[in-house]
């Protein structure tokens, strides 16, 4: 079964410092895709990244920046100079494609991590 | 891109009626919406998965009939709940999942979500 821990539920840093948030997954496929979204106060959630799981390379965006681990089944999040606007609930995420269900994938959410950036 | 809404944002209901909640894509047609309830401080839980032309697939423990998901086009699902009481206020998210190469198949956009709050 699919599972997707982030063991910090909360975190708080002073501004412009760097961040990183966990993410850890359990599956049984060798393909699937990890996503990460950040719900700010207002509720939306943002779509930031999906990584499929043939594909190990790191990514940068801008501040953002996603460390796949195959090896240690982790997805982590770093945000660099951190900001106020930076401030959200993060949701990391898995979803595994499979024949019987090919567009129905259903994304299993982790438990959040809610970032707070002090000014 | 990848634009999804929902209306009402917020609605407050006497114990008792029933609330329609709509999702729409925006700029891309969605051949698959999926339903999420989120209480406060805690993720995200599917409820149901709809594909438009075709009954709603439910999540074990969510009441089809109480919970009434139709996806009569490409680019709108709608989620009424029925006979609505206290324990059924939260906080309801959609998502789409984009149909076509442009936008990759398999990610989700959100809604804005709706919280419904039940007297």
């Known amino acids: 079964a699919q599972k997707v821990t982030q063991a910090q539920t909360e975190i708080s840093v002073v501004e412009k410092e760097d961040v990183t948030l966990d993410c850890v997954y359990e599956?049984?496929?060798?393909?699937?895709?990890l996503f990460w979204y950040k719900q700010p106060p207002s509720g939306e959630l943002v779509f930031l990244i999906r990584?499929?799981?043939?594909?190990?390379q790191n990514e940068i965006s801008g501040r953002y920046s996603w460390n796949f681990q195959k090896s240690t089944s982790s997805f982590n999040f770093t945000i660099t100079a951190s900001q106020v606007v930076d401030s959200a609930v993060y949701f990391c995420?898995?979803?595994?494609?499979?024949?019987?269900?090919?567009?129905?994938?259903?994304?299993?959410f982790g438990t959040g991590t809610r970032l707070t950036i002090i000014p | 891109g990848a634009v999804v809404s929902q209306h009402p944002s917020r609605v407050i209901c006497k114990s008792g009626t029933s609330v329609k909640i709509e999702c729409r894509s925006l700029d891309f047609q969605a051949t698959t919406m999926f339903w999420y309830r989120q209480f406060p401080k805690q993720s995200l839980m599917l409820m149901a998965t709809?594909?438009?032309?075709?009954?709603?697939?439910?999540e074990q423990g969510v009441e089809k009939d109480k919970f009434l998901i139709n996806h009569a086009s490409l680019t709108l699902s709608t989620l009424t709940v029925t006979s609505a009481h206290p324990e059924d206020s939260s906080f309801y998210i959609c998502?789409?999942?984009?149909?076509?190469?442009?936008?990759?198949?398999?990610?989700?956009?959100f809604g804005p979500g709706t919280r419904l709050t039940v007297l």
């Open positions: 995420a898995l979803s595994e494609p499979h024949i019987s269900n090919f567009g129905n994938e259903k994304l299993t």
């Open positions: 599956t049984r496929d060798t393909t699937y895709y």
């Open positions: 709809s594909n438009e032309g075709s009954k709603a697939t439910y």
């Open positions: 998502s789409a999942r984009a149909a076509g190469v442009n936008l990759g198949t398999d990610t989700q956009y």
């Open positions: 990584r499929n799981s043939f594909d190990e």
